[in-house]
């Protein structure tokens, strides 16, 4: 009886952490106005380069923000601002690393890349260093939830 007293209590606590991760899913989805599986996929990619969601979506929203206010940054950079003004969350990571990228040995590029992420965006760059196609592989692995669930 101790021992199923015990597994029900496990089990019990994984449901509730499901939930509240789904939750938490759920209402990130909401405010950006993107599909559960978009920020799942984000939180996959975010993971698997030892950053986390939140921390992610609070760097796009910050970016997005800059992009509205002045282009310069983001030319300097080698990223369209309009672009990224208008591109979902997943494509705004996938053109800071195709920045990234393209700034690999080029001093002017990835310094101006440096300035447009900031001080606390530096961390960014553990995510964008896996390019392009690695984090659209991230992106199409990541197990997703289906909302109805």
Avoid: C, H, P, W
């Amino acid at each position: 009886m101790i021992a199923g007293a015990f597994a029900f209590g496990a089990i019990a606590n994984f449901f509730s952490g499901f939930i509240s991760e789904m939750a938490r899913i759920q209402d990130l989805s909401d405010r950006l106005g993107e599909s559960t599986g978009s920020i799942q996929r984000i939180g996959n990619a975010a993971k698997l380069s030892g950053s986390d969601l939140e921390y992610v979506i609070k760097v796009l929203t910050s970016l997005t923000l800059e992009a509205a206010k002045s282009a310069e940054k983001f030319d300097a950079a080698g990223i369209s601002a309009t672009a990224f003004l208008s591109a979902s969350s997943e494509d705004k990571i996938l053109m800071l690393a195709k920045a990234y990228e393209e700034a690999n040995g080029n001093l002017e590029r990835m310094t101006a890349l440096q300035e447009l992420l900031g001080g606390k965006g530096q961390d960014m760059f553990i995510l964008l260093a896996n390019g392009v196609g690695g984090l659209s592989a991230a992106f199409s692995e990541a197990a997703e939830v289906s909302k109805e669930v």
